[in-house]
């Protein structure tokens, strides 16, 4: 089965050629000393229209699915993979936005004029998102917000943040229920009264700052909801699936990265008078760094066709991430490995792959949550 029409090779030829002259150069240059995504790269992905890949052509964007999302962030992240994840803070609200919401926030969206970042996570509710201890309690037709929330990334430079607040307590044997989904417009670069933020000291994933955030009775409109009061664990774990095959393309792409860079290392760097190319050590560790690759790829494929296709693939989902994600760790790391020395300073990209790729087996859940999920499907357990 060919997953690839004429129209994604397109799609996916432009991506590359845009990733490859535009984005990488910058990467390189920028990444190194943890700089920031320029505004004019993003203006230049707003007008190719990759912040509206999944919105609607009625809302001004492409009406595409995840299959291409995932072509796209595979080459966007093949050069930068907070490039390939910035992407995410368009294409539409996740959740059950109102038609209202839709026509006000989507335009804009899909032009990468209105970008977003999701404050989800907090100090005892990483993988244990049911744990939601940020309180928005109700007065009149409004909330106000008091907690901590963390691995905020994009929190200052977004215009929006999705923010997963408790409205009640949670019930003894369900305490995923009376979380809210909230949509916070903010002006870019600062943080509005009542919110205050530090930076995280991260390893990797630079080009933009991630952040703890700290919400002191912070007042937001009641009509910030996003769909129903109290349902904002099941927005989560709606979007997880097409975010889950996001992670993979990405992985993939780190890993291809890794992977081409090391052919070409290895062709021209010359041991014992010959290229190490020429080792059959070196030549099998690049063979399999492919197959590798390829199989996760095929696989990603076919859960974004599953999810384009409206059928329930949250087992499948889970895989996906699992095995790109785990893959991508083994194969920049082997990637390393050949470029020796070199491969273990900020002089070739060798190294961002590797730091990056290993941040992929962490969020969007952990390796140990999907092999949660995947058990849960074969062998019976939670839903």
């Known amino acids: 089965m060919s997953y690839l029409t004429e129209e994604r090779k397109m799609i996916q030829q432009a991506a590359r050629d845009f990733a490859m002259n535009e984005v990488l150069p910058i990467a390189n240059k920028l990444d190194p000393v943890e700089g920031e995504i320029p505004m004019e790269l993003r203006n230049k992905m707003g007008a190719l229209g990759y912040f ?25 992240a093949r050069a930068w993979m907070s490039v390939g994840s910035i992407i995410a803070r368009g294409n539409g609200i996740y959740g059950d936005a109102s038609e209202e919401q839709k026509r006000k926030y989507y335009p804009a969206m899909a032009r990468g004029e209105f970008l977003g970042a999701f404050s989800l996570s907090e100090p005892d509710a990483g993988s244990d998102l049911a744990n939601v201890s940020c309180r928005a309690t109700r007065e009149g037709d409004q909330f106000v917000v008091n907690g901590t929330k963390t691995w905020c990334t994009f929190a200052d430079g977004a215009d929006f943040i999705h923010l997963f607040a408790r409205t009640s307590p949670p019930e003894e044997k369900r305490r995923h229920v009376g ?7 903010k002006e870019r670069g600062k943080f509005p009264e ?14 933009w700052k991630t952040w703890e ?9 009641a009509s910030t909801v996003i769909g129903k009061e109290g349902r904002g664990f099941y927005t989560m774990m709606a979007f997880l699936e097409i975010a889950r095959v996001h992670t993979a393309a ?3 792409g780190l ?13 021209r760097r010359v041991q014992f ?37 409206k059928r329930r693939c949250d087992k499948e989902a889970s895989m996906v991430k699992y095995f790109a994600s785990e893959m991508a760790e083994r194969v920049t790391s082997d990637a390393l490995q050949i470029h020796g020395g070199y491969g ?16 992929t087996k962490i969020f969007e859940g952990t390796s140990q949550i999907q092999l949660r999920i995947i058990s849960d499907r074969l062998l019976g357990g939670n839903e």
């Open 194 to 207: 009542g919110v205050t933020g530090s930076p995280i000291r991260k390893i990797g994933y630079f080009g």
């Open 255 to 267: 890993a291809r990265g890794a992977l081409e860079d090391s052919i070409v290392y290895s062709q």
């Open 344 to 359: 273990y300073t900020k002089d070739f990209p060798i190294e961002r792959y590797w730091r990056d790729a290993r941040l």
């Open 213 to 221: 955030l700290h919400f002191d009775n912070f007042h937001i409109p």
């Open 179 to 185: 979380i809210t989904q909230f949509l916070i417009e």
């Open 250 to 252: 990405r992985a993939i």
């Open 273 to 309: 008078k010959q290229p190490i190319a020429e080792f059959q050590a070196i030549r099998f560790k690049l063979a399999d760094m492919a197959a590798n690759i390829e199989a996760a790829r095929q696989l990603m494929y076919f859960v974004a066709t599953e999810v384009d296709s």
């Open 52 to 76: 509206g890949i999944l919105i609607p052509e009625e809302y001004g964007g492409l009406g595409l699915g995840a299959f291409e999302y995932a072509l796209v962030a595979e080459e966007l």
